[in-house]
T-cell receptor, first 112, second 113 residues
Framework: SQQGEEDPQALSIQEGENATMNCSYKTSINNLQWYRQNSGRGLVHLILIRSNEREKHSGRLRVTLDTSKKSSSLLITASRAADTASYFC????????????FGSGTQLTVLP | KAGVTQTPRYLIKTRGQQVTLSCSPI?????VSWYQQTPGQGLQFLFE???????NKGNFPGRFSGRQFSNSRSEMNVSTLELGDSALYLC????????????FGPGTRLTVL
């Protein structure tokens, strides 16, 4: 079963705009990660945020984590057509990152 | 470093057959995990191996099995294939640290006819 739900399921924006995706999860976590997947290929790790962190940045990515609401958001600023992909949040219940539980994903389309 | 490699990339089998998928982790990574991705169930954890031992197992029937070799390469086997086993099977490797990231391979697309 999936740990989390992502919202929205699909998002379509113009190049240059910002994209925000949300992830909610059910149980306490040690950390939460975001991955990107291009059209049925492997997953690419984007960013990891620990349960004691509230916000983290990496390039054009900004991730927030609210453990009281059991939710996280991923913001991609100044989006590009190459950002078109599915984005998944993954929670690590064990703390050892050996078994990730993935959300349902958000399909982002960035129109040129 | 070379990334995680998976072979074959595509596979077509018929119901009742068995299949073996292979995964070579990043050099130095001793933990290998397997995931199944389907449109209906999404990404689901199958099992994880470390030092040739299965440490974690997801909620899958016994038809799904795996093993890891001394060089950390891993294989997963699905016996008596069913149509519902059609999926993208992803392998991921990581180092031993507690917060190390899992690095995923490109996956093997299995189609069961």
């Amino acid at each position: 079963s999936q740990q989390g739900e992502e919202d929205p399921q699909a998002l379509s924006i113009q190049e240059g705009e910002n994209a925000t995706m949300n992830c909610s999860y059910k149980t306490s976590i040690n950390n939460l990660q975001w991955y990107r997947q291009n059209s049925g290929r492997g997953l690419v790790h984007l960013i990891l945020i620990r349960s004691n962190e509230r916000e983290k940045h990496s390039g054009r990515l900004r991730v927030t984590l609210d453990t009281s609401k059991k939710s996280s958001s991923l913001l991609i600023t100044a989006s590009r057509a190459a950002d078109t992909a599915s984005y998944f949040c993954a929670t690590d219940l064990s703390g050892s990152a050996r078994q990730l539980t993935f959300g349902s994903g958000t399909q982002l389309t960035v129109l040129p | 470093k070379a990334g995680v490699t998976q072979t074959p990339r595509y596979l077509i089998k018929t119901r009742g057959q068995q299949v073996t998928l292979s995964c070579s982790p990043i050099s130095g990574h001793r933990s290998v995990s397997w995931y199944q991705q389907t449109p209906g169930q999404g990404l689901q954890f199958l099992f994880e191996y470390f030092s040739e031992t299965q440490r974690n197992k997801g909620n899958f029937p016994g038809r799904f099995s795996g093993r890891q070799f001394s060089n950390s390469r891993s294989e997963m086997n699905v016996s008596t294939l069913e149509l519902g086993d059609s999926a993208l099977y992803l392998c991921a490797s990581k180092q031993q640290g507690s917060t190390d990231t899992q690095y995923f391979g490109p996956g093997t697309r299995l189609t069961v006819l």
